[in-house]
């Protein structure tokens, strides 16, 4: 399995310019998670889709974000538009729900890095 | 509510010493607790995790943790640190009535030569 693929890798965007960062899940996983990674925040849960369904999006942090995710294999975060403060990483990770809850942990993409300049 | 506490944002070991890396967590019920390593420009990787089976676990590049629940910890060991130990670790939370997993604001591990 090639495991958690996103896309790009990297990203630099003109302020007010619209972002999409994409993200391929593993194969069979029906939990899919965005997370942002920043130095003063930390990691922080952004949104996350159970069975492609957005189950709890409170930590988007505004209007100018959202997420979708059309099928069991791919997933979408669009920034519109862009501002400097949204510069950090950003981390797609998947994961299986079964019986055992949360038994399975995080398979995590390796991020988008994001700039806004 | 759950969330864990990782007690010192940098710890500084030799090569060759024992590692120590402190999580506390809080929750009501028998959490399920993991440890992830990232290594710099990379995603968060799987070191280990309790899910109610034995208290000590086992995890990659040597690793161990060991939950108590009178101490409600789950601090992560290596007896041994090497040079590629570098990193920042995070251990988390989640429960079985749930999926969503809660971070600790990490732990940057630095190896000296």
């Known amino acids: 399995d090639a495991g958690v693929i996103q896309s790009p890798r990297h990203e630099v965007t003109e302020m007010g310019q619209e972002v999409t960062l994409r993200c391929k899940p593993i194969?069979?996983?029906?939990?899919l998670f965005w997370y942002r990674q920043t130095m003063m925040r930390g990691l922080e849960l952004l949104i996350y889709f159970n069975n492609n369904v957005p189950i709890d999006d409170s930590g988007m942090p505004e209007d100018r974000f959202s997420a979708k995710m059309p099928n069991a294999s791919f997933s979408t975060l669009k920034i519109q538009p862009s501002e400097p403060r949204d510069s950090a990483v950003y981390f797609c990770a998947s994961s299986l729900l079964g019986r055992d809850r949360g038994n399975y942990g995080y398979t995590f993409g390796s991020g988008t890095r994001l700039t806004v300049v | 509510a759950q969330s864990v506490t990782q007690l010192g944002s940098h710890v500084s070991v030799s090569e060759g010493a024992l590692v120590l890396l402190r999580c506390n967590y809080s929750?009501?019920?028998?959490?399920?607790l993991f440890w992830y390593v990232q290594y710099p420009n990379q995603g968060l990787q799987l070191l280990l995790k309790y899910t109610s089976a034995a208290t000590l676990v086992k995890g990659i590049n040597g690793f161990e943790a060991e939950f108590k629940k009178s101490e409600t910890s789950f601090h992560l060991t290596k007896p041994s640190a090497h040079m590629s130990d570098a990193a920042e670790y995070f251990c988390a939370v989640t429960m079985g009535t749930g999926n969503q997993f809660y971070f600790g604001t990490g732990t940057s591990l630095t190896v000296i030569p």
């Open positions: 929750s009501s019920v028998p959490p399920y």
């Open positions: 194969s069979g996983h029906n939990s």
